[in-house]
């Protein structure tokens, strides 16, 4: 079991940048490829960006590619997620989570936080 806290959301302005922090605690870290998804009002939640165990390997959501950038950092058990150039579009929870594979996934995710609030003026 892993437990999953996000922050770092709040309000901004088009063309801002936020960065979003996930501590995790429970199980071990290190080994847990980590993910951040996100969700507006009235659709589902969609995937954004994963990194696998060690760092070496990231995927992203072609809607943020070139504007987003997920990193971790193992020893204090936390993923980040920067986000630059913000748009209206991506106002939503951001969430992490933790999939239990060492490598980049999509989907399969078991973990997860509770969620932190991005709002986007335009």
């Known amino acids: 079991q892993v437990q999953l806290v996000e922050s770092g959301g709040g309000l901004v302005q088009t063309g801002d940048s936020l960065r979003l922090s996930c501590a995790a605690s429970g199980r071990i870290f290190s080994r847990y490829a980590m993910g951040w998804f996100r969700q507006a009002p009235g659709k589902e939640r969609e995937f954004v960006s994963t990194i696998s165990w060690n760092g070496d390997n990231t995927d992203y959501a072609d809607s943020v590619k070139g504007r987003f950038t997920i990193s971790r950092d193992n020893a204090k058990a936390t993923v980040y997620l920067q986000m630059n150039s913000l748009k209206p579009e991506d106002t939503a929870v951001y969430y992490c989570?933790?999939?239990?594979?060492?490598?980049?996934?999509?989907?399969?995710?078991?973990?997860w936080g509770q969620g932190t609030q991005v709002t986007v003026s335009s």
């Open positions: 989570a933790a999939a239990r594979t060492a490598f980049t996934t999509r989907s399969a995710y078991d973990y």
